[in-house]
Structures are given as structure tokens and as C-alpha cells.
């Protein structure tokens, strides 16, 4: 009996031990879900757009973009945190989902960040400072001085709070002195449509979605966050040449599994990312769009969303933001 039942456990190990490389090799069989946690036409929509048609056609299956918007990507983390771990629902995370939500929404996002996986860095995005094209400031000196003279009547829009187009504005008013009132929507596109509107007079967020609206008139742009110039944009100002050097910002966006997934799932997938974002032709229009590509691999990106919670906490905690 005992001799049988050993066996049994035997063959049963064998089994798994296989399953994972069959299962790789057969992955995918079925479209794949890629979870975005804020509305179409923002920067992580447009960019998730570019690489699931990418991946479409590496691996011969429909890569199917589904939006769930809502608690600055909360619902779509924990969405992703909860699926079955077998490669078919993915998640799109960014800068806020990864590093800040933690910190302002203890109870849900840390949990979710812990059953997630990574599977690579996808792009690295610089932010764009613009304000309403009817602002009479010029520039970053200029706008400081103008919020500086209307203390308490000057607004700031963001896609939702703990979103890096929120956090970036309030680094620049530690840096600056600046009481600046934040106004979150739900997503960039709306915060963008109110900055034409002149509901809010600033808006940092990703060049990729800023710059359409500066093209257009609609905005001003005043400096970009990047460690350069923008090539479409060359008279606007780096914020280290405006004077602030502190504020180096890249927006970043990534690809995650529910932890759980089969290592050869993971893997499968970092390398089809990896030869998406080496292929000339998607990275040019990730380039159009104002983003770079930057893949990281799992091991890497971990260590680089470490070092990233680390500085925005201080951010987070300077700033004493509370989500209500």
C-alpha cells in the first residue's frame, strides 16, 4: 500500500513538474484581457493600444484591451490580483497603481501589489507642464509668480489622486511654496478637457497626452520634466532649466500577471515583449506619441518600482495627501 501510494505521489510530482513547460508551449490558446484601470484616450490606454495589436500579431491571438477605470486604478489591480493566474487576464500598471496607491490606500492596493507579478517595463514617459492657452504666463517662473499672487484660487487637475500628474504638482508645491488645490478626475482626457476650459490652470502630466492638446492651442505648454528638450517641442524648457532640477520626472508604465502564473507563461511573455518593443516600427509610434520605450525585465523592473515607492512615500508624506 505504501509502495502504491508513494508511486501515486511520485507520478503526481512528475506531472506538475511538466505541466508548466506544456503549458508555455501551448500558451496562448485563447484571447488574452489587458486590464487598464483608467478611461480610453489617456497616456496608459494609448499605450496599451499599441502593444496588444503588437502582441496580437506575435503571438496569434487576440489581445483584447478592456478598460476598468476607477480609484486611480485600484479596481482594475485588484481586478487582475484576483483572476486565475494562468497568462489571460494581464494588467497595464503604471507609476501611481504600483508606487503610490500603496501608500494612500493601505488596506486595498497593498495587498493587490503583493499578488502581482511583473513582466516587464514597457516605456518611460517625461511630463509636460501646460495651462490654459487663455493664462497670460509664459513659463514655469511666470505661472509661480501668477499662483503666488491668488493664493487659494489657482487649481491643479490630475487623472486621480496618487496618479503621478497629482504627485508631480505637489513636489512642485514643496519646491515652490505653492498652495495649489488639487482637482482629480477620472482619467487624463477629462483633466485635459477642463484645462482647455480654463476649470483648472495646471496640468502635469505625460507628454504623449499633453501634447495633442498644446498642438491644438487648447494648452501652453510651459516645461517638460524630462532630463532634455522634447525634439517636437524645442522652445519649451526642462524644469532643471527653469530652476528646478528636483523635479526629473518619468511617468513609467509595465506589464503584470496575477502572481501565481506558471513560470514559463511569464517568461513567454517578457520575451514577446521584448521583441515588441525592439521592432522598429511600433517603437516610432510609441515615440510619436511622446513615450519611449524602455524595457526592463522582471528582475530589473523590480528593483526600479522599489526605488520609485521610496521617493514618492516622501512625497506622499511631505505633502500629508490623505484619500478621503
Keep these: 500500500m505504501k509502495t502504491l501510494t508513494s508511486l501515486a505521489a511520485g507520478i503526481v510530482c512528475s506531472l506538475s513538474v511538466m505541466t508548466t513547460p506544456v503549458f508555455g508551449q501551448t500558451y496562448p490558446n485563447q484571447p488574452i484581457s489587458l486590464i487598464v484601470g483608467f478611461p480610453p484616450g489617456g497616456g496608459v490606454d494609448m499605450v496599451a493600444r499599441q502593444l496588444a495589436d503588437a502582441l496580437a500579431k506575435q503571438l496569434g491571438q487576440q ?17 487582475v490580483s484576483r483572476a486565475r493566474p494562468d497568462g489571460y487576464v494581464l494588467l497595464m500598471g503604471n507609476l501611481g497603481m504600483l508606487t503610490a496607491n500603496p501608500a ?15 513582466i516587464a517595463r514597457l516605456v518611460v514617459t517625461p511630463l509636460l507642464a501646460a495651462v490654459p492657452s487663455t493664462l497670460p504666463a509664459k513659463d514655469m517662473k511666470a505661472f509661480i509668480a501668477l499662483a503666488k499672487s491668488k493664493p487659494g484660487k489657482m487649481f491643479f487637475g490630475s487623472g486621480g489622486s496618487g496618479n503621478i500628474n497629482h504627485l508631480a504638482v505637489e513636489l512642485l508645491n514643496i519646491q515652490t511654496g505653492l498652495k495649489l488645490t488639487h482637482v482629480p478626475y477620472k482619467g487624463s482626457a477629462p483633466s485635459l478637457t477642463a484645462l482647455a476650459a480654463n476649470e483648472v490652470q495646471l496640468v502635469i502630466d505625460g507628454l504623449n497626452v499633453v501634447q495633442p492638446q498644446v ?12 532630463e532634455k528638450r522634447a525634439p517636437d517641442l524645442p522652445d519649451v524648457p526642462t524644469m532643471a532649466e527653469a530652476g528646478y532640477p528636483d523635479m526629473t520626472i518619468y511617468g513609467w508604465q509595465g506589464i503584470f500577471a496575477p502572481a501565481g502564473t506558471p513560470p514559463a507563461v511569464l517568461e513567454k511573455l517578457t520575451r514577446e515583449v521584448e521583441k515588441a518593443l525592439a521592432n522598429p516600427e511600433l517603437a516610432n509610434r510609441l515615440k510619436k506619441q511622446g513615450t519611449d520605450p524602455a524595457y526592463q525585465p522582471p528582475a530589473e523592473f523590480e ?11 516622501k512625497v506622499i508624506r511631505s505633502a500629508d495627501i490623505k484619500i478621503q
Design 63 to 79: 489581445v483584447i484591451v478592456e478598460n476598468r477605470a476607477g480609484a486611480a486604478g485600484n479596481i482594475a489591480m485588484d481586478y
Design 104 to 118: 494612500l490606500y493601505p488596506k486595498q492596493a497593498s495587498e493587490s501589489v503583493k499578488k502581482l507579478a511583473p
Design 215 to 226: 498642438s491644438g492651442g487648447r494648452a501652453r505648454a510651459i516645461a517638460i520634466t524630462g
Design 303 to 313: 528593483k526600479y518600482i522599489s526605488a520609485e515607492r521610496t521617493r514618492w512615500e
